[in-house]
């Protein structure tokens, strides 16, 4: 996510959340100098004139956030399901971030899982997914960054790195102590090394041990008690049929309660170059 070279996507379904998305992709851009990109997703089946009224809609809300923020906002529509159009145009468009609203998880979204995960998996750039408007417009004081035993948990060093440099965010990791040793072992080395790159690039932190219990509800309790202002997570690599249907621990975050915002990294997500993040990192 580099200066005044990337591109901060929000899709844009014409609701207040999508606004709200908008915001935090202001407050973002205005730190890294990123254009926006307004994102809205159509039926492939849609008649030509219908899709003229919405291109021209969009484009005529773009032009009043442009004008309203003063930076670059753009329009684009893309034919598809949001499920495969989103990440694909992120992904095509080499995106440094999608900031997308999100209603939570309401009604049957509880029994067919949230639609948010699902788009999500499909792309190698990280989202941050909200359903509120930002605090402030200054920075992201404190991040939430939960460290367990999965070796995908040193994929988002690089999104903590970012907002370290940037947003001068102070990085809260949490932990709890698993009773299998072999698991413990490799809680401590995701510790170790993300400890390890944020000494290196000068990121304040602080290391918190969560008593044992279930670490998605605790993660949303903990970020609730220190007021965060993000909450970083990886996804689960390889999301199934049943995660979607039961309940994928990331889904549960995603829709908190507390309504706090969620950046999600997806496993082995080739979103950006080492260089964009200063000190030390290597792919």
Not at 132 to 146: G, L
Not at 242 to 265: F, T
């Amino acid at each position: 996510m580099e200066k005044n070279e990337k591109l901060i996507v929000v899709p844009w379904d014409f609701t207040h959340v999508a606004e709200y998305a908008l915001a935090h992709a202001v407050k973002i851009s205005r730190m890294v100098s990123n254009e926006i990109s307004l994102l809205h997703i159509v039926d492939p089946k849609i008649k030509p004139a219908e899709e003229k009224q919405k291109s021209d809609h969009l484009k005529q809300i773009a032009e009043e956030n442009s004008k309203k923020y003063n930076l670059p906002v753009s329009s684009h529509i893309e034919k598809g399901t949001i499920f495969k159009a989103i990440g694909a145009f992120a992904n095509d468009k080499q995106a440094s971030l999608v900031v997308m609203g999100t209603h939570g998880i309401r009604g049957m979204q509880k029994l067919t899982g949230s639609w948010a995960l699902k788009v999500i998996v499909k792309s190698k750039v990280p989202f941050i997914v909200v359903q509120d408007p930002p605090r402030d417009w200054e920075r992201y004081h404190n991040i939430v960054f939960p460290v367990d035993f999965r070796t995908e948990n040193k994929e988002k060093m690089k999104m903590a790195i970012f907002m370290g440099k940037y947003f001068d965010s102070k990085i809260h990791i949490i932990k709890t102590t698993p009773t299998d040793k072999i698991l413990i072992k490799k809680t401590n080395i995701n510790l170790n090394f993300a400890i390890k790159f944020l000494m290196q690039n000068n990121i304040e932190y602080e290391i918190h041990d969560l008593p044992k219990g279930d670490f998605a509800q605790q993660t949303i309790d903990f970020a609730q008690k220190i007021n965060a202002d993000l909450i970083l997570i990886v996804t689960t690599k390889n999301i199934t049929f049943a995660d979607y249907m039961l309940g994928a621990s990331e889904q549960y975050i995603i829709a908190n309660s507390s309504k706090i915002p969620v950046c999600c990294v997806n496993p082995r997500a080739s979103y950006a170059k080492s260089s964009q993040f200063m000190g030390g990192w290597s792919d």
